[in-house]
């Protein structure tokens, strides 16, 4: 079973930056979609950003301009690097896969991370 490990969360200042990082614990390819997601306190999980096999991305429009998803598929890493963190910015962000090869064998389904917490102090 492929499993996501995230690093890279803490506590910051308004106005400080934070870099993300989420390695897939065995080699996997033909990744179709690599993404961020975040779930503030007692609210729903949105998508902050994701990146796709052809390089094209989508960013949630509260990220536009601070945020930016990378991905190094020779490493089945992502990376998501905030800058001008606010308070609004804290949460628990999740990585996510989309449809991938293992072996011999495309899965269609996402793997989840377990969560780093990312809290912006005022």
């Known amino acids: 079973q492929v499993q996501l490990v995230e690093s890279g969360g803490g506590l910051v200042q308004a106005g400080g930056s934070l870099r993300l990082s989420c390695a897939a614990s065995e080699s996997i390819s033909h990744i179709n979609t690599m993404a961020w997601y975040r779930q503030p306190p007692g609210k729903q999980r949105d998508l902050v950003a994701r990146k796709f096999r052809g390089g094209s991305t989508d960013y949630a429009d509260s990220v536009k301009g601070r945020f930016t998803i990378s991905r190094d598929d020779a490493k089945n890493t992502v990376y998501l690097q905030m800058d001008s963190l606010g308070p609004e910015d804290t949460a628990v962000y999740y990585c996510?896969?989309?449809?991938?090869?293992?072996?011999?064998?495309?899965?269609?389904?996402?793997?989840w991370g377990q969560g780093t917490q990312v809290t912006v102090s005022s």
């Open positions: 996510n896969v989309n449809g991938y090869t293992s072996g011999d064998y495309f899965y269609p389904n996402d793997i």
